[in-house]
């Protein structure tokens, strides 16, 4: 493997994505591998877990490249460390195609502990990733401090971006300025901190010509409300076209917004991705019918009712492959429970052969499970289901036989909400029925799988291979936070 050629390498490293271990040590196998690690390494040097407080080299590394001058004038400055000039191995910072503004400060933060010095340092930074870059395409702005796009390169370099990350409480010049050069980003992730709209970041969101994915996250404790939406929505009306995944995460919405909020997601009809919060359950039946996403991939509701899940499945083009929601609305006391559930399991093995992903809640009886074996035998690339059961009776031996007997090749996970007790009997036979299919992610939020006897059966399986992983926690419910392309 070590003899691979270069391309083959270099599409099999672009396979490790950010991980950044296993990236790491292949470039220490030899000198063909370490040149073609290292140019993605380098892409987006920001992006892996590790801690930046700490990586002295990466200071060392950016601070070869400042010209003569400016490292003369450094080493007279207080509390900077002396700037080594022994040649680097590569061109670090030509391959680079992302600035991240909190750990570039968090790596300048190792140069010097002095406010001037890390402000100096910080524009001195960013310059040279403007001069040795060939382009950038992500940019997280969060915590800036200076107006890069002044710097003489900064149209050729940031006009190719294609990803923003930033927070309202940047001034609204910062984002004037982009608007000025940047036209084609396609993705935005906003962490709103402003109860009053940023009309500088309205601005850049309005400008752009190829505009897909809008994730916005609401974090502020202010109670004083002044609408920070109005302005967001209305510019979203405007991207109905192109628009293709959304995420929003509203901490507050009122009346008047609410309503803005339904005529803008009626027209929002090119949607694969619809991640949001508990608006909709203001939302009546007769409302719900207007929504129609026929392109609909990943539908993720907090705390939507069966009902407007159903309707929305009801009016998708079949192309649903998630449908997750961290709590259903509705509850077992509800009159009509049994029914609802009930036509929510149908709806979603009637429109969505496609479903990978699916959380379920129904209540034990013989009709909830007949019809959750239909949906097993017609849902061939599920992939992880998660069960909220409401017990009228204890039939968990009758769960596990449906579950062996129709559960398609590719269910590779189940969580199991809710206290779902397995005695040990029941569970070893599942298992052994479970041989020669993939193994198996377990989750489950009752304490008895930690008892001592459970922890011995289920290692025993994990050593077979039946078993992948197996852990109870309080909170297993799907991560509302789906990634998306």
């Not at 940023?198 to 996250?217: A, M």
Request: hydrophobic share 40%; net charge negative; with cysteine.
């Amino acid at each position: 493997m070590s003899k691979l050629n270069k391309d083959i390498l270099y599409l099999i490293f672009e396979e490790l994505g950010k991980d950044s271990k296993s990236l790491f040590l292949c470039l220490m196998v030899n000198k063909t591998w370490c040149e073609t690690v290292i140019p993605i390494l380098w892409r987006n040097p920001w992006c892996y877990d590790i801690n930046y407080d700490n990586k002295s080299y990466l200071f060392a590394i950016i601070a070869y490249y400042l010209t003569d001058d400016i490292k003369e004038f450094l080493k007279i400055q207080r509390g900077l460390p002396q700037i080594s000039c022994q040649s680097l191995l590569f061109d670090y910072l030509s391959y680079c195609r992302s600035i991240n503004i909190n750990i570039i400060n968090k790596i300048i933060s190792n140069g010097s502990f002095l406010a001037y010095n890390q402000f100096l340092l910080q524009q001195e930074f960013y310059n040279l990733f403007m001069k040795k870059s060939t382009e950038f395409r992500y940019l997280d702005m969060r915590s800036i401090k200076h107006q890069i796009f002044y710097f003489p390169e900064a149209k050729i370099r940031l006009e190719s971006l294609c990803e923003i990350k930033c927070d309202t409480s940047i001034d609204s010049s910062y984002f004037y300025g982009l608007a000025r050069i940047c036209n084609y980003i396609q993705r935005f992730i906003i962490i709103n901190k402003n109860i009053e709209a940023n009309l500088g970041l309205i601005k850049l969101i309005e400008v752009q010509k190829n505009l897909k994915y809008l994730e916005w996250k609401d974090d502020f404790d202010d109670d004083y409300y002044t609408d920070p939406y109005e302005e967001i929505l209305l510019v979203l009306e405007k991207k109905a076209d192109i628009l293709k995944h959304l995420k929003i995460f509203f901490q507050y919405v009122d009346c008047f917004e609410h309503i803005l909020l339904q005529k803008v997601l009626q027209k929002l009809y090119k949607l694969k991705t619809l991640i949001i919060n508990d608006v909709f359950i203001f939302f009546s039946d007769e409302q719900l019918k207007t929504f129609s996403y026929r392109e609909l991939e990943i539908l993720n509701i907090d705390c939507i009712t069966l009902n407007t899940a159903s309707s929305i499945i009801e009016n998708t083009g079949g192309q649903l492959k998630e449908i997750l929601s961290s709590k259903y609305y509705d509850t077992i006391y509800h009159d009509d429970f049994d029914e609802d559930s009930l036509n929510f399991i149908r709806k979603v093995y009637e429109n969505c052969p496609k479903i990978e992903y699916l959380s379920l809640i129904f209540s034990s009886s013989v009709e909830h499970f007949n019809e959750l074996e239909k949906l097993l035998k017609v849902c061939k690339n599920l992939k992880s289901l998660l069960l909220v059961i409401f017990y009228e009776k204890e039939p968990e031996d009758e769960l596990l036989e449906i579950i062996i007997r129709s559960a398609p090749n590719n269910l590779s996970e189940i969580r199991f909400f809710d206290d779902i007790q397995f005695t040990l009997e029941e569970l070893e036979t599942f298992f052994d029925k479970w041989k020669g299919r993939p193994a198996l992610s377990m989750f489950t939020s009752d304490s008895i799988y930690g008892e001592k006897e459970y922890v011995a059966l289920i290692d025993r399986y994990k050593n077979d291979g039946v078993i992948k992983y197996f852990s109870y926690e309080k909170n297993i419910y799907f991560n509302m936070e789906t990634e998306t392309d």
